[in-house]
């Protein structure tokens, strides 16, 4: 459920979809090509997988040869020929790379995946060459030190002040050896980074348990049955079901499975991914990446890794972090141990001696579930087939913005299960594009995100945005249709609200565009969604059965919340014991290289975890922090929870959740995208800050009113 921001770099991006002058051989590629589409959108009838390694080839060397331009201008250094020229550079790079990391994340293939091994790094050097160019840093610096004579709007300052603070924080001041030893932790960082990625794909996908009694499946679902068995053929056996450490695969044996000896080793498996002390063991490459990212911090004048990457968060500091944190650690430690003590009488009462495991936890809690609220996912899922859910996200855009989607047969798509939409305002007029790819497929890597194939901005003219969401949701068959859990159904809404976060964007450049916000702001638009999605009046409009067309029962609503509700301690405690290992591995302030498995251990032990939650992520497998761009960042989706409950509250208590004066200046928070800071955003948007009281009630630790 992520917004892609990929390579950190790629969030200053450029791109347009205006005609340029190309020369006959770029002219070739489609890529490299201008694109006669309606609303420009990419020609992916025209684009081969091979097409992508020689354009982000010769799209590199154009922006070398633009970077080249800038920096060899005679003309004094300016705002236009600096500031605004260095921003507008590198178009095709960015273009091409965005449609190659789009591409590769939903509709891979070997050709794709090659280019990927061969690209990337040249993609962190090149960055690398203009984030620490001297002499192009020497004329942003002459912009930026006569800033207070120049009389430049607020946009055009922020550009500049920006762009000056990125390429010092990117270490472009470091001199000599300094600068040779950054450059060789980047190199070493990126490379390691590829291989606890690759490590942990392969260890995970390796596991099976193959299970050959029939009794050992409990109370599994038909269709879950079935994907276990094809999983089993696949896997080279002739008859049983097999098991993998994916998550739709694991949860529901550890829900089901009556067999604990079974659950057990599944679980073992899944917690022990990448710390086997085999050839595919994380432990090292991790902590070599902690130790030689403390090194590039201090080279840059920070004391952690964390004092580095949140200067540019809401939160500022670690200590804002760890502020934020700690309000809620209490309250959600307590209910979990209170569900524990419920949990473990369970197993004591099947004659189980001894504590409950964290296998135990999943399996107890479905018996509740299904005990207590008499609750089962099967009954929701015929009120949730996938367009009913999906025209219920856009009836909701409809509701607060006036927006309206139109489908378009006519534009070329990467896969043919892939939607298009034109989205346009209520006036008519045309506001962007939109791509919908909801069903899973082995070219597609595995969760939900969104991402823009093109951002707005509006330098010269208006570029309006084109954006997709993604899924992996089963396909309909032959009179089965694509029936989502409740979860699932939430994911749409969520994917949906980065979507509108890059559609609704009107900025002047796109380095500020949409969902190009801090880390820490960027789940916010996306979270508060979730709210809207499961209000009763909501449900209305979309929570109807796939086959009668009624909406959903109101108790059948209310017994889903009981239950979906029940456990929120332990799934506040187990993200939450994640985002503390997250600070603990970022704020190390030595570069002496730690031992994991203690290390984890310390961390855990500092805030009281019961050794039946274990972090939803352990260090080895924490791709997040250790291959993705969350480093010092997992707390973000908490952070953004606090802004999300806080807005979605003063909406309600307005009286109107579709308030049309607040939908005004929520609106109004999204165009802004990053043009400004995430405090002064929430400021100008509620004319307050954020208050953390409604999330505390939403969680159940606090009483509401
Ligand atoms: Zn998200």
């Given at each position: 459920?992520?917004?892609?921001?990929?390579?950190?770099?790629?969030?200053?991006?450029?791109?347009?979809?205006?005609?340029?002058?190309?020369?006959?051989?770029?002219?070739?590629?489609?890529?490299?090509?201008?694109?006669?589409?309606?609303?420009?959108?990419?020609?992916?009838?025209?684009?081969?997988?091979?097409?992508?390694?020689?354009?982000?080839?010769?799209?590199?060397?154009?922006?070398?040869?633009?970077?080249?331009?800038?920096?060899?201008?005679?003309?004094?250094?300016?705002?236009?020929?600096?500031?605004?020229?260095?921003?507008?550079?590198?178009?095709?790079?960015?273009?091409?790379?965005?449609?190659?990391?789009?591409?590769?994340?939903?509709?891979?293939?070997?050709?794709?995946?090659?280019?990927?091994?061969?690209?990337?790094?040249?993609?962190?050097?090149?960055?690398?060459?203009?984030?620490?160019?001297?002499?192009?840093?020497?004329?942003?610096?002459?912009?930026?030190?006569?800033?207070?004579?120049?009389?430049?709007?607020?946009?055009?300052?922020?550009?500049?002040?920006?762009?000056?603070?990125?390429?010092?924080?990117?270490?472009?001041?470091?001199?000599?050896?300094?600068?040779?030893?950054?450059?060789?932790?980047?190199?070493?960082?990126?490379?390691?980074?590829?291989?606890?990625?690759a490590n942990l794909l392969d260890e995970t996908n390796a596991y099976e348990l193959h299970v050959?009694?029939?009794?050992?499946?409990?109370?599994?679902?038909?269709?879950?049955?079935?994907?276990a068995?094809?999983e089993a053929?696949k896997r080279g056996h002739?008859?049983g079901w097999s098991f993998t450490l994916q998550r739709p695969s694991i949860n529901?044996f550890l829900?089901?499975s009556?067999?604990?000896?079974l659950r057990n080793k599944l679980y073992h498996a899944s917690a022990m991914r990448g710390d086997n002390d085999n050839a595919k063991d994380n432990?090292?490459?991790?902590?070599?990446?902690?130790?030689?990212?403390?090194?590039?911090?201090?080279?840059?004048?920070?004391?952690?890794?964390?004092?580095?990457?949140?200067?540019?968060?809401?939160?500022?500091?670690?200590?804002?972090?760890?502020?934020?944190?700690?309000?809620?650690?209490?309250?959600?430690?307590?209910?979990?141990?209170?569900?524990?003590?419920?949990?473990?009488?369970?197993?004591?009462?099947?004659?189980?001696?001894?504590?409950?495991?964290?296998a135990?936890?999943?399996?107890?809690?479905?018996?509740?579930?299904?005990?207590?609220?008499?609750?089962?996912?099967?009954?929701?899922?015929?009120?949730?087939?996938?367009?009913?859910?999906?025209?219920?996200?856009?009836?909701?855009?409809?509701?607060?913005?006036?927006?309206?989607?139109?489908?378009?047969?006519?534009?070329?798509?990467?896969?043919?299960?892939?939607?298009?939409?034109?989205?346009?305002?209520?006036?008519?007029?045309?506001?962007?594009?939109?791509?919908?790819?909801?069903?899973?497929?082995?070219?597609?890597?595995g969760?939900?995100?969104?991402?823009?194939?093109?951002?707005?901005?509006?330098?010269?003219?208006?570029?309006?945005?084109?954006?997709?969401?993604?899924?992996?949701?089963?396909?309909?068959?032959?009179?089965?249709?694509?029936?989502?859990?409740?979860?699932?159904?939430?994911?749409?809404?969520?994917?949906?609200?980065?979507?509108?976060?890059?559609?609704?964007?009107?900025?002047?450049?796109?380095?500020?565009?949409?969902?190009?916000?801090?880390?820490?702001?960027?789940?916010?638009?996306?979270?508060?969604?979730?709210?809207?999605?499961?209000?009763?009046?909501?449900?209305?409009?979309?929570?109807?059965?796939?086959?009668?067309?009624?909406?959903?029962?109101?108790?059948?609503?209310?017994?889903?919340?009981?239950?979906?509700?029940?456990?929120?301690?332990?799934?506040?405690?187990?993200?939450?014991?994640?985002?503390?290992?997250?600070?603990?591995?970022?704020?190390?302030?030595?570069?002496?290289?730690?031992?994991?498995?203690?290390?984890?251990?310390?961390?855990?032990?500092?805030?009281?975890?019961?050794?039946?939650?274990?972090?939803?992520?352990r260090?080895t497998y924490?791709s997040?922090?250790?291959?993705?761009?969350?480093?010092?960042?997992?707390?973000?989706?908490?952070?953004?929870?606090?802004?999300?409950?806080?807005?979605?509250?003063?909406?309600?208590?307005?009286?109107?959740?579709?308030?049309?004066?607040?939908?005004?200046?929520?609106?109004?928070?999204?165009?802004?995208?990053?043009?400004?800071?995430?405090?002064?955003?929430?400021?100008?948007?509620?004319?307050?800050?954020?208050?953390?009281?409604?999330?505390?009630?939403?969680?159940?630790?606090?009483?509401?009113?």
């Amino acid at each position: 459920m992520t917004k892609t921001l990929l390579l950190s770099f790629l969030i200053i991006i450029v791109s347009c979809h205006n005609p340029e002058k190309t020369t006959t051989k770029m002219n070739k590629n489609p890529l490299l090509a201008s694109w006669n589409t309606p609303f420009g959108v990419p020609p992916f009838d025209k684009i081969k997988s091979t097409d992508y390694l020689p354009a982000l080839q010769q799209a590199m060397e154009l922006h070398n040869n633009e970077i080249a331009t800038i920096v060899n201008n005679k003309a004094k250094p300016s705002f236009k020929n600096t500031i605004e020229a260095l921003e507008l550079s590198g178009q095709k790079y960015y273009q091409v790379s965005k449609l190659f990391f789009a591409v590769t994340a939903a509709n891979t293939d070997s050709i794709l995946k090659a280019t990927e091994k061969e690209i990337v790094p040249a993609m962190t050097a090149h960055n690398d060459e203009i984030q620490l160019n001297e002499a192009l840093f020497k004329r942003i610096k002459a912009v930026y030190d006569k800033k207070d004579s120049l009389t430049l709007s607020n946009d055009d300052l922020f550009l500049l002040e920006e762009t000056y603070k990125g390429y010092v924080k990117a270490g472009v001041n470091l001199q000599g050896a300094n600068k040779t030893k950054l450059k060789s932790i980047n190199k070493e960082l990126a490379a390691l980074k590829i291989q606890f990625a690759a490590n942990l794909l392969d260890e995970t996908n390796a596991y099976e348990l193959h299970v050959t009694a029939k009794e050992d499946l409990g109370e599994l679902s038909e269709s879950l049955v079935a994907l276990a068995a094809e999983e089993a053929k696949k896997r080279g056996h002739q008859s049983g079901w097999s098991f993998t450490l994916q998550r739709p695969s694991i949860n529901p044996f550890l829900a089901t499975s009556p067999n604990r000896e079974l659950r057990n080793k599944l679980y073992h498996a899944s917690a022990m991914r990448g710390d086997n002390d085999n050839a595919k063991d994380n432990k090292k490459v991790l902590e070599k990446i902690a130790s030689l990212r403390v090194a590039k911090a201090q080279l840059l004048g920070f004391d952690s890794w964390a004092d580095r990457v949140l200067v540019d968060n809401m939160a500022a500091t670690p200590a804002h972090v760890y502020n934020l944190l700690d309000k809620l650690w209490s309250p959600a430690l307590a209910m979990a141990k209170k569900d524990e003590k419920a949990l473990t009488k369970m197993l004591h009462n099947d004659d189980i001696k001894g504590a409950l495991n964290g296998a135990d936890w999943r399996y107890y809690v479905a018996k509740i579930r299904a005990k207590k609220y008499n609750f089962n996912e099967d009954e929701t899922k015929p009120y949730f087939e996938f367009t009913r859910v999906r025209d219920g996200a856009f009836n909701l855009a409809n509701k607060l913005f006036g927006l309206t989607f139109k489908a378009r047969k006519d534009i070329p798509t990467w896969h043919k299960d892939q939607q298009v939409f034109e989205v346009l305002e209520a006036s008519g007029k045309h506001l962007g594009v939109i791509y919908m790819d909801f069903f899973a497929r082995e070219s597609k890597k595995g969760g939900a995100w969104m991402n823009e194939l093109r951002a707005q901005f509006n330098v010269a003219h208006f570029v309006t945005p084109i954006v997709t969401n993604n899924f992996n949701f089963p396909a309909p068959t032959a009179g089965n249709p694509s029936l989502l859990t409740f979860r699932e159904a939430q994911t749409v809404f969520h994917e949906f609200g980065h979507a509108l976060h890059g559609l609704l964007s009107n900025v002047k450049y796109e380095r500020f565009s949409g969902t190009n916000v801090p880390r820490d702001f960027v789940e916010f638009p996306s979270q508060v969604m979730e709210n809207w999605m499961s209000e009763p009046k909501v449900l209305a409009t979309y929570a109807k059965h796939y086959k009668t067309g009624e909406v959903i029962p109101p108790d059948l609503i209310a017994k889903m919340n009981a239950a979906n509700s029940f456990d929120e301690g332990f799934r506040t405690v187990e993200y939450m014991a994640a985002a503390y290992l997250d600070m603990k591995w970022h704020t190390l302030k030595t570069t002496a290289l730690q031992e994991t498995r203690s290390f984890e251990k310390q961390a855990m032990d500092k805030i009281g975890l019961i050794p039946a939650i274990i972090p939803r992520y352990r260090s080895t497998y924490y791709s997040h922090i250790f291959s993705g761009g969350y480093s010092s960042g997992y707390y973000a989706y908490m952070w953004s929870e606090v802004l999300d409950a806080d807005t979605f509250n003063t909406f309600k208590q307005s009286g109107d959740i579709f308030n049309p004066i607040l939908a005004k200046k929520y609106r109004a928070m999204l165009a802004a995208g990053g043009s400004k800071k995430g405090e002064q955003l929430y400021q100008d948007f509620l004319g307050r800050a954020p208050k953390i009281e409604p999330l505390l009630i939403k969680k159940g630790f606090l009483k509401g009113k």
